[in-house]
C-alpha cells in the first residue's frame, strides 16, 4: 500500500508537470506534493476553493519565499493515500490530473466546476471506499 501511494503521488506530480504546474521540488519521493501556483495566476485560497467545488479535495499551502499571507498563499499541498485507499493505481492519475486541471482554468466559472463535480463522482463511484463483498 505505502509503495503504492508513493507511485500514485509520482505519477501525479509528472501529470501535473506535463500540463504545465510547477512543483516545489520538482516532483516528489513521498505521499504528496507542493504546487506553485505562482506561474498560474491564482492564490492557494482561490484554487482550493474551486477544486473544492468540484469535489476535489486539496489544503491551500505556503510554498518556498511565499509573498502571500498564511490565510492566502501561493499554493496548494496535494496527497495520495485517500485516492491510493479506494484501489486507483497511475493509470487513474492521468485522469485526476485532468480533473485538477480544467477545474483550475475554471475557477470563476461556477457552472463549469459543477459538471466537473459530477465527472469526479462518477469517477469515484468506480472506486468504492467500501468495495461490495460477494
Avoid: W
Avoid at 505562482?38 to 518556498?64: F, M, Q
Avoid at 485526476?96 to 459538471?115: G, M, P, Q, V
Amino acid at each position: 500500500y505505502q509503495n503504492q501511494v508513493v507511485l500514485n503521488a509520482q505519477k501525479l506530480a509528472a501529470e501535473l508537470m506535463d500540463r504545465g504546474f510547477k512543483l516545489v521540488a520538482d516532483g516528489t519521493d513521498n505521499h504528496l506534493m507542493l504546487v506553485d501556483l505562482s506561474t498560474k495566476d491564482l492564490t492557494g485560497r482561490e484554487a482550493e476553493k474551486a477544486l473544492d467545488t468540484a469535489g476535489i479535495t486539496v489544503n491551500k499551502n505556503s510554498i518556498p519565499f511565499d509573498t502571500k499571507s498564511p490565510q492566502i498563499t501561493s499554493g496548494v499541498r496535494i496527497g495520495t493515500p485517500a485516492v491510493t485507499t479506494r484501489g486507483m493505481r497511475e493509470a487513474e492519475m492521468g485522469r485526476i490530473a485532468e480533473f485538477i486541471d480544467r477545474a483550475l482554468e475554471r475557477t470563476a466559472n461556477s457552472k463549469a466546476l459543477r459538471t466537473i463535480r459530477e465527472e469526479v463522482r462518477r469517477f469515484c463511484r468506480e472506486f468504492p471506499l467500501f468495495p461490495q463483498i460477494g
